[in-house]
């Protein structure tokens, strides 16, 4: 194998993990409707799999809310409360269009908006009360802040309250409501020290503000559990963020992909550890730690099971088939006498049983096509080493095969025993609808098995390409 | 015997309803494997001479399919199928493509592996156009290992058909084959009753379909008998 051969093998398995992950993900969003109603358990159950043709943003949201309040539809005590949820991210888009309302429903929206004013501190609880205080309220507003509301500003200030606390930036970003809060997830970035534990602390302060998210860092907290919480408000961003940004031109079409479910999990995967499974270690953490055992089993059973073939055909070739006969008898003997082993000896014999399962089985199986492809050659195929090689030539495609149907028996087998293995677990994930634990196992066992069909891809180039069955052509003209 | 066996673990039981279910599951699994490897064979054979005989393109393609079909387990997989697709015949349609996509492969690696042995040089010595070297001599050669895939595939289908049911993942009911029989049985004779009716299907298929890889063995008379090492060997004796 060339370094050439290497690098384009490697690149090749990347595509193919990400074909795999695309199939993986629309396989668990298919599953989930068909056997548990719907995917009820997912947060991002309203965005589309792969292709958001309509993202949501908060012109969309803020404009829809707007129109039911102003015209008293009966969902308009709904939209009051997305009004005040979408809160500061709303008003550039709210505000500017109250010209277009009638004098009626410009009141209606003025008072629907008021909430939002007692949380940034402009107006006191039951203050404005009535449509002519409120209408002139924000036209006023609007008039001194609309400049404010820029992005770049935005970034500014919360860069500065991210250096540095002062009462005074802090009245700043709470004018700004949810509008600085992309600024603000922004700046949270990573959590190594004291330092970051302080800044994480002053902005999750303004983000439990303006949600009402009781997610703030504690005055003393270590880095560790501000990390989670720096790590749950990136999630709570990937879930709802979109509902506060406001998206135009490339970012909108950017956000046909990224506001996905299936970009979302590969957001949460980016940011380390491959996301959070449902009992909250990360999904790198949960795989390491059940696929010990089944990924020693599955070499176990490739190994064993191809030396078992290739005894099996060579006992046959040497027409000694009472040798080859007790040979399948006594693996079968053994197997049903480690039927126990389970029981007695609980994860290791369970493995112990499923190798030798494993490896009986696909011995069995891999001896037959190798003995359908060498019966053709067995006259021509030499002796001692050659035939060998013939034998690893005739058995390199049906490895890559094998071992699929392997795991499969594999996991149905951990299953039945009760063994933590990677592919019981990955059933289990794939029934609780675990996004981030289902990705991660379907994905290390993808990789596990076109690792097992490249090597035995190498072994069958390596060996078929040699002359051993027939003469060489120069042998053949003389 | 593993039959009498079986029979012989009823016994006292209520065999009746038991043989009533084996039969509706054995009647089933029949169907399903039928389709399976009918499927199977036909698409594989198809694929895999496109791919083993073709232009590099479509082997590449070839490559690419059954690469991504075999990155997941196919316990998984078939989850997937019977999730996407809408009723019990398409799941089997969708499985016979999936099958015939390993079978393919196999073929596909048979034929090269033959090419790279022969050389290309032998059979043209002898007279064949290349085509007809494709469809005399080598084809019939590399098709063996197809049909013993072909035959193990009732095996194959048994084994998914437990898997799901042992993971139950797959539908909660209306399914009754003998994969779904053997995990879900109510009594422990049912169960191992339905294990050994599968076994005893898979072996007398893999036996059935074998038997007709033999009759198709080469070579057949119309085709010359290669050089090799042993005729050689066996000229120069005569000639001695």
Redesign the interface.
């Known amino acids: 194998v060339t370094l050439r051969d290497a690098l384009r093998r490697s690149l090749w398995i990347a595509f193919a993990l990400v074909i795999v992950s695309i199939i993986a993900f629309w396989g668990l969003v298919r599953y989930g409707e068909r056997y548990r109603g719907t995917s009820e358990a997912t947060p991002l159950r309203h965005l589309p799999v792969f292709v958001n043709a309509e993202p949501r943003n908060a012109r969309d949201l803020a404009l829809a809310a707007m129109r039911s309040v102003a015209q008293d539809r009966p969902d308009a005590s709904a939209a009051k409360a997305q009004l005040v949820r979408l809160g500061g991210a709303a008003l550039p888009h709210v505000l500017p269009a109250f010209d277009t309302l009638d004098s009626t429903g410009r009141g209606r929206v003025a008072l629907a908006l008021m909430p939002i004013a007692e949380r940034m501190g402009l107006a006191g609880r039951g203050e404005l009360t009535s449509a002519e205080a409120a209408v002139p309220f924000w036209t006023r507003f609007w008039q001194d802040r609309a400049i404010d509301y820029r992005p770049q500003v935005v970034r500014r200030v919360v860069s500065r309250i991210a250096e540095r606390s002062f009462a005074l930036r802090r009245e700043d970003i709470q004018h700004l409501d949810t509008y600085a809060m992309s600024a603000v997830i922004a700046e949270l970035g990573s959590v190594e020290t004291s330092e970051d534990v302080a800044r994480v602390r002053r902005l999750t302060g303004i983000l439990e503000h303006v949600t009402g998210l009781p997610w703030r860092a504690e005055r003393g907290a270590s880095p560790e559990s501000t990390r989670k919480l720096v790590e749950r408000w990136h999630t709570f961003w990937d879930e709802q963020g979109a509902d506060f940004s406001t998206l135009d031109g490339p970012r909108r079409v950017t956000a046909m992909v990224t506001e996905t479910r299936y970009a979302k999990w590969l957001s949460a995967a980016g940011r380390g550890g491959l996301g959070r499974t449902h009992d909250g270690r990360t999904a790198f953490e949960h795989v390491r730690e059940h696929s010990r055992g089944t990924l020693a089993a599955v070499l176990a059973i490739l190994v064993l099971g191809t030396t078992l073939s290739l005894i099996w055909t060579r006992l046959e070739e040497l027409d000694t088939l009472h040798r080859s006969t007790r040979l399948a008898l006594s693996a079968v003997g053994i197997t049903f006498a480690s039927l126990p082993l389970p029981a007695l000896y609980g994860v290791r014999g369970g493995y112990a049983f499923i190798v030798l399962a494993g490896a009986l089985s696909g011995g069995a199986l891999i001896s037959r096509y190798v003995r359908a492809t060498h019966r053709l050659a067995d006259d021509n195929a030499g002796t001692g080493r050659l035939r060998l090689r013939t034998l690893l030539a005739a058995s390199g495609p049906t490895i890559g095969l094998h071992a699929s149907l392997a795991i499969s028996g594999l996991i149905a087998l951990e299953i039945a025993f009760g063994l933590p293995g990677l592919g019981a677990s990955a059933v289990a994930a794939l029934r609780a609808h675990d996004v981030n634990a289902w990705m991660a196992e379907a994905l290390s066992i993808a990789l596990s098995l076109l690792l097992v069909r490249h090597i035995s891809d190498v072994v069958f180039a390596a060996t078929s390409g040699t002359p051993r069955v027939f003469l060489d052509e120069d042998q053949a003209a003389s | 015997v593993l039959g009498i066996l079986s029979l012989l673990a009823i016994a006292g039981q209520n065999a009746g309803p038991l043989l009533g279910a084996q039969a509706i599951a054995l009647r089933a699994t029949l169907i399903g494997a039928a389709i399976v490897s009918t499927l199977a064979l036909g698409v594989g054979v198809l694929l895999g001479v496109v791919g083993g005989g073709g232009p590099r393109l479509l082997d590449a393609l070839l490559r690419l399919v059954v690469?991504?079909s075999?990155?997941?387990?196919?316990?998984?997989t078939?989850?997937?199928l019977?999730?996407?697709t809408p009723g019990w015949f398409s799941t089997l349609f969708a499985l016979g493509l999936l099958r015939g996509l390993?079978i393919a492969?196999?073929l596909r690696?048979?034929l090269?592996?033959?090419e790279?042995?022969?050389?290309g040089?032998?059979a043209r010595?002898l007279g064949h156009t290349p085509l007809a070297s494709f469809f005399r001599r080598r084809l019939p050669?590399a098709v063996?290992?197809a049909?013993?895939?072909t035959s193990?595939t009732c095996a194959?289908l048994l084994?998914?058909d437990?898997?799901v049911s042992?993971?139950?993942?797959?539908?909660r009911q209306g399914l009754s084959t003998l994969g779904a029989l053997a995990v879900n049985a109510s009594s422990a004779p049912q169960a191992v009753f339905a294990v050994m009716t599968g076994i005893v299907v898979s072996a007398a298929l893999y036996v059935l379909i074998r038997a007709l890889?033999r009759t198709q063995?080469?070579p057949n008379s119309s085709v010359s008998p290669?050089?090799?090492?042993?005729s050689?060997r066996s000229a120069e004796a005569s000639q001695e």
């Open positions: 690469e991504l075999g990155a997941l387990p196919s316990l998984l078939a989850v997937f019977l999730s996407v390993d492969w196999l690696s048979e090269i592996r033959i790279r042995a022969e050389r040089g032998i010595n050669r063996q290992p049909l013993i895939g193990l194959w084994t998914l437990s898997a042992v993971a139950a993942l797959g539908p890889a063995s080469p290669p050089v090799t090492q042993r050689l």
